[in-house]
């Protein structure tokens, strides 16, 4: 089985990560400690280096005191289909 792994849904996933984490007013290290991993995880999800796990999301949704699915509120414009997800005709 290969790895699946979506660019540029994992960038849109760190952006609105960054996004939900600066309205809180929280620094990456105060995120980090909160959900307890290393800072240097935070800026490479926010950047769109890392794919986290469930478990991190979750980790990560807990110490924003959010619900996961905010994560995952970004444009769906940044989510390109590919060529055997787009609707038949």
Known sequence: ??????????????????????????SQEELAHLAGIA??????????VLNPSISTLFA??????????ELFDFKEKLIRKSPDQKKKK
């Open 1 to 26: 089985m290969a790895y699946l792994r979506e660019p540029l849904i994992i960038l849109a996933f760190g952006s609105r990560l960054r996004q939900v984490r600066k309205e809180r007013k929280m």
């Open 39 to 48: 800072v240097s995880q935070v800026g490479r999800i926010e950047r769109g």
């Open 60 to 69: 990560i949704a807990r110490a924003l005191e959010v619900e996961p699915k």
